[in-house]
């Protein structure tokens, strides 16, 4: 869908690059993370490929052709989610949706979307008068208005509720199944993790590490499983590589104690990121 080569840009006034020499491509039909600390360059590179930034650096490739050469027919193809929700605060959620609307030549019922994400409701309600979290979910309604092929999603679930998160990621999941593709940038692990095919960990504007979740997972995590048991009261612990998992010793720790919990050893995202981050960081400085 988009293939990104030795993609650079600076803001006008910065010495430094925001985005430096980014090379990545997101498939049909895929969902694609972009992961990395605050400043790392997440939500410059969205609004370069929504064409909201204009001057940068390299190639970018959409659907075959120098995404430069779209007119703005390109934004019937795609719905855009923005880490600040933007709308008119003088008008009601359903207003700001129809304002939105026209902008379109092809456009879905909100009333669905509308009931889904808990809003339907308080429709008739000012924009202005919504909490922050109803901000977020008109938001992401408002980038399905014109039934879009790719989603571009930053920082999503940033500020919601967790009922209200599962209920957008198990939209987005949807978006997906029904033939959709997705670039979303998070710092919050856990959509990452339950949302991406594959993750860009991205850090000063550079792709450092790139992967499934499931494969980072695999790299940096400890092959070992975690045991901990009572033993005359007291709570222990013990640590089996997985290739000792057929051996005496933890056959008979399992026969023979009283077992509270087993763990296998996987990282979390969250400790790559933090691992990713720093590695990279520390090379930076030296
Ligand atoms: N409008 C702007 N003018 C000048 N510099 C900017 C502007 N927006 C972002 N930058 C700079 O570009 C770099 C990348 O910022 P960006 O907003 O892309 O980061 P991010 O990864 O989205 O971070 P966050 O997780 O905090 O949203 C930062 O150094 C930031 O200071
Ligand atoms: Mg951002």
Known sequence: MFKVEGLSYSYPNSAKKAVDKLSFEVGDGEIYGLLGPSGAG?????????????????????????????????YEDIGVSFEMPISFSKL????NLDFFRRLYKKTVDVEPLMKR?????ERDKKAGEYSKGMKIRLNFVRALINSPKVLFLDEPTNGIDPLNARIMKDMILEFKQSGGTVFLASHIMSDVDQLCDRVGFII??????EDTPRNLKLKYGKKVVKVEYREDGLLRSSEFPMEALKGEEFSRLVREKQIETIHSGETTLEEIFIKVTGVALHEQQA
């Open 117 to 121: 994400v808990g809003l339907w409701e």
């Open 204 to 209: 000063n504007g550079r792709i450092h590490e």
């Open 42 to 74: 997440k939500s410059t590179t969205q609004k370069i490929l929504i064409k909201l930034i204009k001057d940068y650096q390299g190639s970018i490739v959409y659907k075959g052709k120098p995404l430069k050469e779209y007119d703005n027919r390109f």
């Open 92 to 95: 009601t959620a359903m207003e």
